[in-house]
């Protein structure tokens, strides 16, 4: 029989589905081409399911079973389910790494939104930079959108030891390498690190963000918290999936979220959580996308008045599944109190103080209160000096107390080779009392801003029980990581900012208490060397990489593409 098609419906889809038209009709046989009937998808909402799982992520490596349960609450609440795949990006396997592609998967998010007949929109990820590139994508291209979290795995065991992914990997690295640790435990370590599937179990990145988008009202309540491989998961899954629906119903877009409060809410809940560095870069980034410039400063406000609550590793004790067992990212939320905006509304229908009103902290020990913080300050610090001028970041919960107030001699490294070429030669010269510095390391020089600034201590340091030294470097570092580390120095040495004008032996002083990060040469002399400075030549001469290194900005604005910052709405393609 044929098809009588209606008049246009109110969804966004019935532009491609409802007209009698020639490409109407050729919309609608190419659907019942692949087995569906017109009462699949005629007036229903059409929800894409923006799926990141490869078979080179594991932490995706659950997403077939998830897809199919959000899949399932799709077609329970009325609507028609698409499944889109999209870039994943593996944090552990990719090189030089992830975030050279961050910006590649938001444009690619955005467009598949934009160019597909879709009403709304479930971005599945976890994944370090997966989280950061979904939401900058759909931020961008204003569909009805909600994240699932992908969800941390299960802690691990070895022996009597509770193992957390990258946290312990660094640790028992550092042992091996003092000749503390026998390859067969190294091994057996191997062996069990990494459980389940699922993203890191320590407050790394891939937990960070996800607790961010969901203070951000990006996510449904509790979701970030909630273990990969159990079952409330897979309920998760597919509650996304009917509240994806009815957003399509309502028509309710990031830009009826997204305020600057929710980005407070971020900053803070980041701070609070002792979360990643690399969360400074992403909120930024998302931020800009939504039309609010946010900098390095506020980040810094709010550190000095936001306590950590979350006892996380690598900055407190525990897991990410005792935190989820201890009432989660609501419980800490509301511990929060008036540092949280609760009138920001969420995808859910509610407000963020609405979601959180009935949650409970079940393990004071795991989540404290603001009276008996882990610290009484945020987890991330912004410092600035003659070697930052546009700023740089450090994890003080993670650090060592000794270190804090520190000043020292520079042993310079121009690039990662460098650093492993000689930084056990003797020669080098370093001692407890050195600075070590990585430059050439940022979005333009590593390329694309990878995490090496967890720079190594030098076997014989880690022989005479030194277990931390200063660090400074223009890349990031992972959030797994811990350490006395500087990191997102800006400007780049890459583009000529004072880290390319170091040398070996320049005294460093750094101040946590000032938030200081400073270089003790005078102005005559830095003059001199910034006149014998030559640019390096540039990793990429063609293909994405030369867009890359053409459009990305430094890390105080998020290193998104100039391009792609919030300005003129792109409209809806025509359909002739």
Known sequence: MASNPSDESELRSGRWFDPDSLRGFGHRSRLKGMGYDDEDYR??????ILNTWSDLNTCHSHFPERVQEVKRGI???????????????????????????????????????????????VLMGGCDKTVPAMIMGAISAN????????????????????????????????ERRAGNLCDEAWGEIENCIARSAGTCMTMGTASTMAAIAESMGLTLPGASSVPAVISEHSRLAAATGRRAVQMAQEKLCPADLLTPESFDNAIVTSMAIGGSTNAIVHII???????????????????????VLANIRPAGKFLMEDFFDAGGLTALLKQLGEHIHGECRTVNGSTLAENIERA???????????????SPTGGTFVLRGNLAPSGCIIKPTAASPRLLEHTG??????????????LNDPETGITADSVL????????GGPGFPEWGMLPIPDHLLKQGVRDLVRISDARMSGTSYGTCILHVAPEAAVGGPLALVRNGD??????EKRTLDLLVDDQELAKRRQDWTAPKPKYVRGYGAMFLKHVTQADAGCDFDFLHHGEETPDPEIY
Not at 90 to 119: F, Q, S, V, W
Not at 507 to 512: D, T
Request: hydrophobic content about 45%.
């Open 43 to 48: 007036g229903k909402p059409v929800v894409a």
């Open 75 to 121: 077609w329970q609440m009325g609507g028609f389910p698409v499944e889109i795949p999209v870039m994943s990006l593996g944090e552990m396997m990719m090189k030089p790494t992830t975030m050279l592609y961050r910006n590649l998967l938001a444009m690619e998010t955005e467009e598949a939104l934009r160019c597909h007949p879709i009403d709304a929109a």
């Open 143 to 174: 569909l009805p959108a909600i994240f699932l979290p992908a969800g941390p795995m299960l802690k691990a065991r070895w022996k009597d030891q509770t193992l957390g992914s990258g946290s312990d990997a660094w640790k028992y690295w550092d």
């Open 285 to 307: 980034a998302m931020a800009r996308r939504a039309g609010f410039d946010l900098t390095l400063e506020r980040f810094d406000e709010l550190s000095r008045t936001t306590p």
């Open 360 to 374: 409970e902290v079940i393990d004071p020990d795991i989540i404290r209160s603001t009276d008996n913080p882990v």
């Open 409 to 422: 001699p520079a042993v310079v490294f121009d690039t990662y080779a460098d650093l492993k070429a000689k």
């Open 437 to 444: 510095i990585l430059r050439n390391a940022g979005p333009q």
């Open 507 to 512: 005294m460093i002083q750094l101040s946590i």
